[in-house]
């Protein structure tokens, strides 16, 4: 995270500028409220992993809980651990945040939790007080609990030190995208795209390994420069058909993801994204199947760039691809071998 912030820096860094790129767990002198049991918000706060908060009902939509903070802060995370009712995890969420509780922001994270620990992550510029979740998702028999809740920010009205994806993502999608039409070299963003940095080939070019990601030389409708900017920097935004991932709940509360092989049989299987590796499991311990609202690629993998530069090279060789199909592919791609250092 910190390349971006570095690429004219010669001397070193002091423990005091990095302590924005790993922000600290805050002390937990928060007011909490929710719409359903209340009274029992302390226990997600307590410190004491054996005991809960939990809505008292099965998780439906209209759920919610509020985080109200002693001081302004800029939120860089918050945790639900349902360590001890690993199945409770929230279903769907969404989040909104404020800085006087009455006038909100749009929503700020949404998705689903897959797992007993679910991280949010949070990329606004300014310090708020109150942060709003609210349940989305339903489940027949679960409740929506939280054993411990943290949360991990800088308190301060200073500016919030932003990663190269945050600056991105607060850029308007259209203007971003003409610049990478008049600032980006499309041979320089087959250099990156081919690269070991960032291994975007690694998935989207068959002649590299297996596809994982959509072939990027074929015509798609609805496809102009915006959406490609915007599949870069947040591709969990729009997965396209035929690549999602399918999660899988076990009757143990156990969430495994992946691509689905078969469904055949007595078994369900699975490829993870990453090695390729197949999972099993038998058909007769899953409780749920759902489509994963998340991405196989990275978030934050503009992150590994190292600078603006880069990612409206990286931009503009999409665009070109996208244009010109599979023969403008192989001339950049050649063109990149032959500039490569």
């Excluded at 250099?191 to 596809?211: N, V, W």
Aim: charged share 25%; with cysteine; proline share 6%.
């Amino acid at each position: 995270r910190t390349r971006a912030e570095s690429e004219d820096r010669v001397g070193p860094w002091t423990l005091i500028e990095l302590k924005p790129f790993d922000p600290p767990e805050l002390r937990r002198n928060w007011k909490l409220t929710a719409s359903h049991n209340g009274g029992s918000l302390g226990n997600a706060v307590d410190g004491n992993q054996g005991s809960r908060w939990d809505t008292g009902s099965v998780q439906k939509p209209g759920m919610w809980f509020m985080i109200e903070l002693p001081e302004p802060v800029h939120v860089a995370s918050f945790t639900l651990n349902t360590k001890g009712s690993d199945a409770d995890y929230p279903r769907g969420y969404e989040v909104i945040v404020s800085r006087d509780g009455e006038n909100w922001s749009d929503i700020v994270a949404s998705g689903r939790g897959d797992n007993p620990v679910t991280t949010i992550e949070i990329s606004i510029p300014d310090a708020v007080r109150f942060i709003k979740v609210t349940q989305t998702g339903r489940s027949p028999n679960k409740y929506w609990s939280v054993h411990e809740l943290s949360l991990k920010g800088l308190t301060g009205d200073e500016p919030k030190v932003m990663s190269l994806a945050e600056m991105l993502a607060s850029a308007d999608l259209k203007d971003l995208a003409h610049e990478a039409r008049e600032k980006g070299d499309a041979t320089r963003g087959a250099q990156l795209f081919y690269s070991q940095a960032i291994s975007c080939a690694k998935c989207h070019d068959p002649r590299q390994g297996e596809r994982l990601g959509p072939d990027l030389a074929s015509k798609r409708d609805g496809v102009n420069d915006a959406y490609l900017v915007e599949s870069v920097l947040n591709p969990s935004k729009s997965i396209r058909k035929g690549f999602e991932q399918i999660s899988v709940l076990t009757d143990e509360g156990l969430v495994v993801t992946g691509f689905k092989v078969s469904d055949k049989g007595e078994q369900f299987i699975l490829r993870e994204p990453a090695g390729g590796r197949e999972i099993r499991i038998d058909n007769d311990i899953i409780e749920e199947t759902f489509p994963s609202q998340v991405s196989a690629m990275p978030a934050g993998l503009v992150n590994q760039l190292g600078s603006r530069q880069q990612f409206l090279d990286v931009a503009r060789f999409l665009m070109d691809v996208s244009e010109g199909g599979s023969e403008r592919l192989q001339h950049l791609k050649a063109a990149a071998q032959t500039n490569s250092p």
